[in-house]
Nanobody, 115 residues
Framework: QVQLVESGGGLVQPGGSLRLSCAAS????????MGWYRQAPGKQRELVAR???????NYADSVKGRFTISGNNANDTVYLQMNSLKPEDTAVYYC?????????WGQGTRVTVSS
């Protein structure tokens, strides 16, 4: 079992920045990738960014150049630095951890971009 705890969401004005954190605990030695997904009201959950244990990352086209995912293998934490936020970035952001057996999800953290 892997437990994921997210933090860092909140309310920010358009153009602002936020940093999300996700800490993994439990059987985290089997994690091969971690990522951030988001779900806006009335929409499906979508991938925002993902990083492998080897450090390779990929992003949704809508966030490229604005968001940066990074990881700290020493403490099994993944971060999402979000800059130049737009109202359309408003969503609940979920941390995800992939193992060879299954995926684990955090409880979600809400990000609201509004003036």
């Amino acid at each position: 079992q892997v437990q994921l705890v997210e933090s860092g969401g909140g309310l920010v004005q358009p153009g602002g920045s936020l940093r999300l954190s996700c800490a993994a605990s439990g059987s985290s030695f089997g994690i091969k990738a971690m990522g951030w997904y988001r779900q806006a009201p009335g929409k499906q959950r979508e991938l925002v960014a993902r990083i492998t244990s080897g450090g390779r990352s990929n992003y949704a086209d809508s966030v490229k150049g604005r968001f940066t995912i990074s990881g700290n293998n020493a403490n099994d934490t993944v971060y999402l630095q979000m800059n130049s936020l737009k109202p359309e970035d408003t969503a609940v952001y979920y941390c995800n951890a992939e193992t060879i057996y299954t995926n684990y999800w955090g409880q979600g953290t809400r990000v609201t971009v509004s003036s």
